[in-house]
């Protein structure tokens, strides 16, 4: 029996050393396209599906490099090595520039990302010679000091460059339309003048090599690095610790037709990809894929939608593509099966999926009973002035039964409401708050209910809110702001987060709000909705970038991911889901624990919602109190003076909202 016991607690310590801890980031990049392969000694540097990773030929290990953990920015364009200086140089599509050593080392060169110039900064090729790299751009060649990791020298000549070459003290620089500039190393390059047009220049001066490409793409091609197959995240949801998502893609205009890329991260961070072949098998388009839902009664059993109607998957395997010949669902143009529109989709607790169809004027709501029996639940209410919507999205069941969605487009943006029990749906197209100002909206892009049981309305101009108490009175509701007070001495107040383009929205376990920007990065907004407590953009922060198209909390360990329009990451957030009204002692643990010489937040987990925590010391003294967002706290490991606590032994006791049940656990300090 000790042994038992041991076992358990050995594999529990085991597992809470691969907890991240609260506060930290990670990338989520796909390597899955190889593009570029250039061979460094024994190290094969690869560019793949525009990120990195470093291959050792001798130990056969692999290295990914990304933004959290080494990278400036994101969306690799090209990469070379220098011999010479023996470091690699990483040009990213926004002409930002790292040069990275062999350890995996690396320094930022922003000065031609950062410099304000009309002119295209686009590189085209690089071309290194001793320790300069040679950069052709749309506007003539930066001359990058690989040794010194600056630039040298930049040669404004006015064309668009696409390659360089160094040959006898002279540098010769090819422009798209084929004509050869060259120039004496000798003279002083920085001045035009210095350059001339020459003809009859040998084409293979120009001629790349690659010979690494050749010699290691089979090498490469057998490689598996960690990773998603696809960087597109349109569309997320958090699922029993399982991520799933897919590419999205419709809805945005600057990046129509993307692939399905239908995927899952399991809880260990392993992915899997649904298969691809699906056009093959049904000769109809397999892109587009906008929203994902799985059985609530079988966890294998799953359904993808978007532009090309429905498919159902069973254990990753490919079982049906739902359209106009073999299901009541219409298509927006008549008899093509390639534009059957199902931009939204849920399941219901009896196991009946709920689909929305857009564009039709003969069905938009539509459900598939588990026994595969179709019913029409069509509604008159989501007809504009005799038009079809056009995007309906984002359905859901609330705590009450009833089914919200949204219809996110320009023409009629729209919030609507079915309620399944009367057999009735509302459509709400203006959006007047309580001081009856009515607010310019184009998209409305989410919906959804908080822990207290109000509803979340993420428009192109900011967020509203619908209280529990209006939703009895149904369709007289009203679209509330919450009012922040500026707190300056004034009776002044601010609309919450008015006139932000949001995309999304997300409650964790702390009924706090996450909301998710196109261009301005995430918010956390506090339970009580009167403070900002994070707002993380790309200059403060690892996020890949400030556009983020989905999110998704894993309740059962706070993190938040931020699918964004470079790809996904995460941030370890401090709150999580819990379904306790009381807290059990055995259920409550803390990490890092212990704590040897760290800094970092120390995460309680395993608290009941709202919990009064107090952590004290071996003789009972008081250092640090607080109450839990959901089921999680964090400590920073000082005193109430913000003094780093000795080391010892400190207990976290814990007691319910109501103060009637109490649980405990230490928690030791190692300075």
Known sequence: ????????????????????????????????????????????????????????????????????????????????WNSAAARLIIVYDNSNIDVMDIKGNVTNISALYAKSMTQDKTVNSATSDDVYTYLATGFGVVKVNMQRAEIAETYMLGENISQVAVSQGSIYAKTKSGIVLAGQMSNNLIDNHNWQRVAGVDNQLFQQDNSDWENYLSTVNSLRPDGPNYNYFGFMKVINQQLYSCGGGYSMVQDLLRPAALQRMDEEKNWTCYPENIEELTGHTYKDLNTVAVDPLNAQHLFAAGRTGLYEFQDTSFVQHYNIDNSPLQTAITDNKNYVILQGICFDAQGSLWCLNAFSDKVNIMELKPDGQWTSHFQQALIADGNALRHLTKPFFDSRGLLWFLNDFHEYPSVCCYNVATNQAYRWGEIINQDGVKTDIHYIHDIVEDKEHNIWVGTNNGLFVIYESDLANLPDITFNQVKVPRNDGTNYADYLLSGVDISGIAIDGGNRKWVITNGNGAYLISADNMEQLLHF???????????????????????????????????????????MDEADSDDIYAYPNPAVNYSGLITIHGLSYDADVKIVTASGKLIAQGRSNGGTFTWNGRDRQGRRVASGVYTALTTTHDGKKSGACRIAIVN
């Open 1 to 80: 029996m000790k042994r038992t016991r041991l076992s358990i607690l050995f594999f529990f310590l085991g597992a809470l050393s691969l907890l991240a801890q609260t506060g930290t980031w990670r990338a989520y990049m796909s390597y899955h396209e190889p593009q570029q392969i250039v061979k460094a000694g024994n190290t094969l540097f690869v560019r793949a599906s525009n990120n990195l990773y470093q291959y050792n030929l001798d130990d056969q290990s692999i290295t990914t490099f990304d933004k959290v953990n080494a990278l400036n920015d994101t969306r690799i364009h090209l990469i070379a």
């Open 537 to 579: 953009t790309t200059d403060n922060s690892p996020l890949l970038s400030n556009s983020i198209e989905s999110i998704a909390i894993n309740g059962e360990t706070g993190e938040v991911f931020l699918g964004t329009s470079n790809g996904l990451c995460s941030y370890m957030g401090d709150a999580t889901d819990t379904t």
